[in-house]
């Protein structure tokens, strides 16, 4: 099996920062993409950054300019920078990555269990 295990989320104030980290383990062969994506009270899910195993990352419209994604390989892990953070970032945001498992062939989306980020203003 494969697990995802975010942190990092919390409260701040508008224009506060906060990082979050997902860190995946388990059967791992190797992975993909990784993600983050984040879902507000009444909304769907949306994403909010990607970042390939090698490649162009991409980002929302929205977060563009405050937010960067990078990842690690090496422990499997994918980071979010949030800066300049405003009330509308509040959500549970979730890690997702693209896992090639042990053994298989066809690559699998995991997820995080979600972490709560607020923003007050």
């Known amino acids: 099996q494969v697990q995802l295990v975010e942190s990092g989320g919390g409260l701040v104030q508008a224009g506060g920062s906060l990082r979050l980290s997902c860190a995946a383990s388990?059967?791992?062969?190797?992975?993909?993409?990784m993600g983050w994506y984040r879902q507000a009270p009444g909304k769907q899910r949306e994403l909010v950054a990607t970042?390939?195993?090698?490649?162009?990352?991409n980002y929302a419209v929205s977060v563009k300019g405050r937010f960067t994604i990078s990842r690690d390989n090496a422990k499997n892990t994918v980071y979010l920078q949030m800066n300049s953070l405003k009330p509308e970032d509040t959500a549970v945001y979730y890690c997702?990555?693209?896992?090639?498992?042990?053994?298989?062939?066809?690559?699998?989306?995991?997820w995080g269990q979600g972490t709560q980020v607020t923003v007050s203003s």
């Open positions: 997702n990555a693209v896992v090639i498992r042990i053994g298989l062939l066809l690559p699998k989306d995991y």
């Open positions: 388990g059967s791992i062969f190797s992975i993909n993409a």
């Open positions: 970042i390939p195993s090698a490649g162009s990352t």
